[in-house]
């Protein structure tokens, strides 16, 4: 069974779907990451040719491995994630995943990781939409962009006064309207999805909300 998560930048879907696996007893898989981990490899080799950063990946060794109940990329034999997360990557990452080749080999790793064996909750910008339209639950996770940039700063450690919510603020819908308009599976919710406005909600509020329609959609309990 496949539970996707969509929405937009910094509405805390990574953090949100990774507490709901671990509450339903599933596996997490954060498809950004695979994103990342690409945009990662293009700057270490100094090309955006969609082919070359596929070889260059081939040759680190970019996959999905199981650590304990997360589905995390590896590159160069170890986890990706400390590489991951740099200013630098976060910059390219739209570019990146937005280029036609690169996203279908990022959709052939995530539906290869939902085995029959496996209750797989992912989270993206397309899950619902393009790489899981038959999900048994599709969530729309959202928030105000001033919520998501507050979260943001906290979560970099910066403080979150008012100007620096404001610029951040101004990043995130600018990124929004970004991966909404561009031509390759945009940022959209899907038609069947239920929307989950977090913007006044603490965070065991969201995973609560999101636990509890995920298991009314279900055959039977978790």
């Given at each position: 069974m496949v539970i996707a998560i969509d929405g937009p930048a910094a509405s805390g879907?990574?953090?949100?779907?990774?507490?709901?696996?671990?509450?339903?007893?599933?596996?997490?898989?954060?498809?950004?990451?695979?994103?990342?981990?690409?945009?990662?490899v293009a700057l270490d080799a100094?090309?955006?040719?969609?082919?070359?950063?596929?070889?260059?990946?081939?040759?680190?060794?970019v996959a999905?491995?199981?650590?304990?109940?997360?589905?995390?990329?590896?590159?160069?034999g170890g986890l990706a994630e400390s590489r991951i997360r740099s200013p630098e990557?976060?910059?390219?990452?739209?570019?990146?995943?937005?280029?036609?080749?690169?996203?279908?080999?990022?959709?052939?790793?995530?539906?290869?990781?939902?085995?029959?064996d496996r209750t797989?909750?992912?989270?993206?910008?397309?899950?619902?939409?393009v790489v899981f339209p038959a999900a048994a639950t599709k969530i729309f996770l959202t928030a105000s962009p001033e919520a998501?940039?507050?979260?943001?700063?906290?979560?970099?450690?910066?403080?979150?006064?008012?100007?620096?919510?404001?610029?951040?603020?101004?990043?995130?819908v600018e990124r929004d309207r970004a991966d909404s308009v561009r031509p390759v599976a945009p940022l959209k919710r899907?038609?069947?999805?239920?929307?989950v406005d977090t913007t006044d909600m603490s965070f065991d509020q969201q995973v609560s909300a999101i636990v509890d329609l995920v298991r009314r959609g279900l055959p039977e309990p978790c």
């Open positions: 879907k990574s953090s949100t779907a990774a507490a709901v696996a671990r509450v339903l007893g599933a596996y997490h898989l954060d498809s950004g990451a695979l994103y990342r981990t690409l945009t990662r100094h090309t955006r040719d969609p082919e070359a950063i596929l070889q260059a990946a081939a040759r680190r060794g999905l491995a199981e650590h304990g109940a997360e589905l995390m990329p590896l590159l160069d990557v976060t910059g390219l990452v739209s570019e990146v995943s937005a280029m036609p080749t690169l996203r279908e080999w990022v959709n052939m790793q995530l539906r290869a990781a939902a085995r029959p797989l909750v992912l989270d993206g910008r397309d899950i619902g939409t998501r940039a507050r979260r943001r700063l906290v979560q970099r450690g910066d403080a979150p006064d008012e100007a620096a919510v404001a610029v951040e603020a101004a990043r995130l899907a038609p069947d999805a239920t929307v």
